[in-house]
């Protein structure tokens, strides 16, 4: 595996790791040491290789799909999945609403959590595109959705 590879992977671990909020220290004390954190670093700036079943206990750890920490050669098809959209969905206050009323759209936003590879627990943004197809869910315009959602602190300043 070329070095390069083990760089791009541990590019892919710490994004991850950073959207987590934690550092290398807590990731050692919230996995009870099984990563270490001089190792998980040595990951990251691609100067030890993980192997694919660390690789997977990881993944597990961060909660992510494996798939994203094994990037393919051209990276821009997963730039262009990156978070840049115009309004900002905070995930903890989406925790107080009902079942029913998030449901539709925590399944929505795990999709583009996916696509993206963005593990942020805090907020996601969403484009206007996605603000139109959630407000199809909830047979509302995204204009009312919008103001629905400022209201009660769904969006995230």
């Known amino acids: 595996m070329p070095n390069n590879y083990a760089k791009m992977v541990g590019e892919q671990l710490r994004k991850v790791r950073l959207q987590k909020g934690l550092s290398l220290q807590e990731v050692e004390a919230k996995s009870k ?28 750890f961060y909660e992510a799909p494996v798939d994203f920490f094994l990037v393919e050669k051209d990276k821009k098809s997963r730039e262009a999945w990156s978070p840049r959209g115009q309004i900002q969905i905070n995930l903890v206050a989406l925790q107080t609403l009902s079942k029913r009323e998030k449901a539709p759209l925590m399944e929505y936003l795990e999709l583009i959590r996916f696509q993206r590879g963005d593990f942020n627990e805090k907020v996601i943004s969403i484009r206007e595109e996605d603000l139109r197809a959630i407000a199809c869910l909830y047979h509302t315009t995204p204009a009312s959705l919008s103001d629905k959602w400022s209201e009660i602190g769904l969006i995230a300043a």
């Open 33 to 60: 040491k099984r990563f270490k954190a001089s190792i998980v670093g040595a990951y990251e700036r691609g100067e030890r290789n993980v192997s694919v079943p660390r690789l997977y206990e990881m993944a597990g």
